[in-house]
């Protein structure tokens, strides 16, 4: 019996000896498996990143001594990081690729000049953009912006930004005010109620539109755009035009067909060097009838135009109330034919 126990004894230590084995084998062997399909998707990875960056060396072009990343209409909802490796781009111009995001590490690319992102699917600004102090057009219409990060003002050397069809902005934060060298702005096709201030603040300003947004006034201080030539105020709620908006002697094309208003000022006759304005589907008050053109051509340049239909109705709104005066020797800069 003592013999039994023995050898019993010795088999149940054996097994468990061998079962403690059998366990640390298989946890090795799992670890190796483990280790393998780290390595395979490192590997993976790697392959995926050349494979990337290879398609992405084929789209650089160079153009007037610029390296140009150029995409069009090719799927790349994000952008790899090794991207980096083309530190050198000077532009990105990648349209209609259903882009969701701009990268945290565009802030690394401190030669681009031109950053062109229109028609994709992005959704904000990375605050990193601040960092290219060398940008000089910021391009960013049609797509799904909701508001501007105020590190925008950090690019010194902006010269044209377009936010255009974002369909959500509504104001633009103060600080962008400090970008000097800005001179154009495309801001239709979005939210604003009123002329963010920080528009007011550049004097270099010379293009602007902000047709298609929800504006009813335009403010006082308007004619501190002091340089502006170019300004596109279609499809809003404009209903009144400050008197203001005749020192505004820079301007040459005023556009502000379907808005509300009812009168033209008197002040814009001083606009002398107007070529082109548009009171097209205005519910204007008084009705003005322009002679007929001894030609065709010069029917469709008046039509064009609008610049004798805004003088006539400025000639007759003073007719109307006996006042032959300039609004701006003190007669009032809005005639009303009903008094």
Not at 83 to 101: A, M, N, P
Not at 293 to 317: A, K, L, P
Request: aromatic share 6%.
């Amino acid at each position: 019996m003592a013999e039994t126990a023995v050898c019993l004894g010795t088999f149940s230590a054996v097994k468990t000896l061998w079962e403690v084995r059998i366990h640390k084998i298989n946890e090795e062997l799992q670890k190796e498996k483990e280790f393998r399909q780290r390595s395979a998707g490192r590997l993976l990875l790697v392959w995926e990143e050349r494979a990337a960056l290879a398609k992405l060396k084929e789209k650089v072009i160079n153009e007037g001594g610029r390296a140009i990343l150029r995409i069009e209409e090719e799927e790349w909802k994000t952008l790899p990081s090794c991207l980096l490796k083309l530190i050198h781009l000077q532009e990105w111009q990648l349209h209609r690729t259903s882009l969701q995001k701009i990268p945290q590490f565009i802030g690394r690319f401190h030669s681009l000049v031109v950053l062109d992102l229109s028609r994709n699917s992005i959704e904000s600004v990375p605050k990193e953009i601040g960092q290219l102090t060398s940008l000089q057009e910021l391009l960013l219409s049609y797509n799904r912006i909701k508001s501007v990060p105020k590190e925008i003002s950090n690019c010194i050397s902006l010269e044209r930004l377009e936010l255009a069809v974002n369909r959500s902005i509504c104001d633009l934060p103060p600080q962008l005010s400090d970008l000097k060298k800005l001179s154009h702005i495309d801001l239709c096709m979005n939210q604003f109620t009123a002329i963010p201030s920080a528009l007011l603040n550049m004097p270099n300003l010379e293009w602007l539109d902000m047709g298609g947004n929800k504006l009813q006034q335009l403010p006082d201080a308007i004619d501190r755009m002091e340089n502006l030539h170019t300004l596109w105020l279609q499809r809003n709620e404009i209903n009144y035009l400050p008197e203001t908006i005749g020192n505004m002697k820079n301007l040459n094309t005023l556009v502000l067909s379907n808005n509300k208003l009812k009168n033209i000022p008197a002040c814009m006759k001083d606009l002398t060097n107007l070529r082109f304005v548009n009171f097209r589907d205005n519910p204007l008050e008084l009705e003005v009838t322009l002679p007929p053109c001894e030609n065709t051509d010069e029917e469709e340049q008046q039509e064009m135009f609008g610049i004798d239909f805004m003088h006539m109705y400025i000639q007759e709104s003073l007719k109307k109330t006996g006042n032959v005066e300039s609004c701006t020797s003190g007669s009032p800069a809005v005639m009303n034919p009903t008094e």
